[in-house]
């Protein structure tokens, strides 16, 4: 059913939550994993793939200790490292390629300011067409 699981991470302890929970369900459907994080500084925004900077090494070192956490579980993941706009940048591998559900973990912002100033998860949720687990992580 979920073959081809997104993972969205924002590299902050929210993060936790979404993992744990793909964790256990992609070992029950066999899943493959994409670990997918956007670096949305200055310097990825100007720069994309091409950026240096501390930012991008705190990024990438990251996404590499979650892939070695999935894989000494047992679990087939890859990761990804886009830059720019988050909402953007998830739609856009999303439509690019074979994918049956996009996990991310949300902040648990006030409903005002979700509505006044958006989010990632609610701007991703109006443009796919595939499932999407959002969990609450604090």
């Given at each position: 059913?979920?073959?081809n ?27 493959r ?16 793939a ?13 996404l ?14 890859e ?5 720019g706009?988050?909402?953007?940048e ?15 973990s ?33």
């Open positions: 059913m979920y073959g699981i997104l993972v969205t991470l924002d590299c902050t302890p929210t993060d936790r939550a979404i993992i744990r929970h793909v964790k256990r369900l992609g070992r029950r459907m066999r899943s994993f994409v670990l997918m994080h956007v670096a949305d500084g200055w310097a990825a925004r100007a720069f994309g091409n950026a240096v900077s501390a930012e991008i090494r705190r990024d990438t070192a990251y590499s200790r979650v892939r070695a956490e999935f894989r000494s579980a047992g679990l087939r993941a990761t990804i490292l886009a830059y706009d988050p909402a953007d998830i739609v856009k591998w999303v439509k690019g390629h074979r994918c049956d559900l996009v996990a991310m949300t902040h648990g912002h006030e409903f005002i300011a979700d509505l006044v100033l958006g989010s990632t998860a609610n701007q991703v949720r109006h443009r796919i067409s595939v499932p999407l687990l959002l969990l609450l992580g604090r």
